[in-house]
């Protein structure tokens, strides 16, 4: 592919924009089989915490890699087998209705209009309309687009956030699982502000970066380090810098923590009733151990909500 070359060299932080910025480790990235891996080196702020590629891939490239998923689908997939993994792994859809909802409760304004940048299958834009919103869908990827049409009977508008030129204010703009893929979250977020009414809400979710997670698995974990498509890995303390410097009062967050419950028995590749057996037990210590992450700031998933003064 001739667009993988690296995009400029940064020089601050790209959530809280300090100087105090160093090498933090390096992690390669094989995108297809064959061809020579690359590899990208992690800065991280002394500031805030968040880190990010330095050098990141260029935009170009990033584009390449969004045009069918943007959460690494190689072939086009059906709506019904979106729907079965939910079925055995409820996730999307719990977190649209739940950040919906608070979207909802928070926002002051009297505008009943919603932007989902990065609408992917649909279930946040589903969501949202369930809550009453007129809803506004952005999103890249081709693979995702047709399911979120077989789940919504319209269509998302297909294009990056940066080629989005709004002709109205929101009440609530939702951007679940992507401010991490793209460069210069500053700007997208300075972006979002302008184009939310007075009182209306940004509801966000990324990757935690001071996930416990990361913490044991280093530079193998893949939920959060997942190179190059995640270009920012955002603390807690990061994104509300991030979103507080571009005029956005933060006046929520909490954190999510969701294992697979066969997470463990496939690492372990267990099978028959050991399987079975690790399966139950994950399932069982899940709630109470996830409480505990979140509670110690170590969980998987940050969400933050912030209100447009
Ligand atoms: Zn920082």
Redesign the pocket.
Known sequence: MTTETYGDVLHE??????QK?SYWRRKSFQYTVGENAKEFHIYR??????GFLNQPPDRQWLKAIYQYSGQALTESIALKNVLDRERAFPNCTVDAERMARHAKQLDTSTNRRALDIGSGFGFYTQALRMSGYQTVSINPGQYENQVFKDLNGDEPLTMMFEQYQPEQAFGVVVMSQVLEHLLEPDRAIAKVASLLESGGVLACAVPNYASFLVKLLGTKENACLWVPEHVNYFTEQ?LK?LLERNGLQVVKTEQITRIQFNALSRRLGLTGRAAAFADALVKLAQIPFGRMMNALGLGIYINVYAVKR
């Open positions: 932080c790209v959530a809280c924009g300090a910025i702020c002394a500031c805030c915490g968040t990061g810098r």
